[in-house]
């Protein structure tokens, strides 16, 4: 796939060296935008619900770290959820920023300039949830420039139809010739509900460290995995065939009932069944540029790995 470096597999980085796991949300809203419930609650909800980090990104306005209190092993990411004008036909853009100190007018800003600000402060920029914004990749997505990766899952989006974009991944990653890396979050608005917008989607991060430059830094190099349900536990891939052209991958999760291998053209899917499974063993298609994994569980909630360069294999 072209000139780039692939992405950092999580799976390879060990606890000996002092990595772990981290669960957290990286899209929630407040009162400070049309969120339901104040900053101080959000940040509650998600440290009673067992995460490790969280940021609340409201439209707009940065939602500032130091207006919350929170456990001193919670990660605080501060962050803001920004609308530039979309120039190229589609519906105004919804990009997740990361890392934030400044607040710029966004809404009035082209998209590119929003993105290279975001840059010139530290921050890290992602598309947000383009299935449920009718986002066209080629048309709105493919003229920028900087852009970290994607939100491949919503849970706020998924309420109305719309939560998974990895048909969009996919485009843009076949359009771009480069390999990207993913979130899933709740876009949490409402108050507390298990049934609703809260608690449904996360994304795990290997990191060394409990600060929010350890996370973001882990996400936009692809030190993580998202997931609605499933964990991952490892995946291994490895070349089998002489010409070396054909790869095996095992992957190891939490119980689940089909993982699908999906690669730039074709893919595999891998199932007992209908019975559960822990560990499985999926052949690539001869020649496939990129890979990336989708766990379903018994119940269809998912995990996306993040896709791995074939190329550099
Ligand atoms: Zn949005
Ligand atoms: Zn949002």
Known sequence: MGEQKGLVDPFTLADEDGYIWLKGNLHSHSTNSDGKVSPQERVDGYVNAGYDYLCVSDHHTITRIDTVSCPDEFTLVQGVELHPDNPFGGQRHHFLALN???????????????????????????????????????????????????????????????????????????LGGQILPALANDDAHAAESTERDTYHGWTMVRVKERTAEAVVEALATGASYSSSGPEILDIKLKRVDEGKRTVEATVSCSEARRIFAVCDSYGVEYHEGGELFETATLTLRPGAKYVRFEIVDAQGYKAWSNPYDLANL
Do not use: Y
Not at 145 to 168: P, Q, Y
């Open 100 to 174: 934030m100190t400044e607040d710029m007018n966004a809404q009035v800003m082209p998209p590119q300039a929003v993105i290279d600000a975001v840059h010139k402060q530290g921050g890290s920029i992602w598309l947000a949830h383009p299935h449920w914004s009718s986002v066209n990749i080629l048309r709105d997505t493919m003229p920028l420039r900087g852009l970290a990766g994607i939100e491949v899952f919503n849970t706020t989006c998924r309420c109305m139809g719309r939560g998974e974009s990895s048909v969009h991944w996919d485009d843009w990653m076949e």
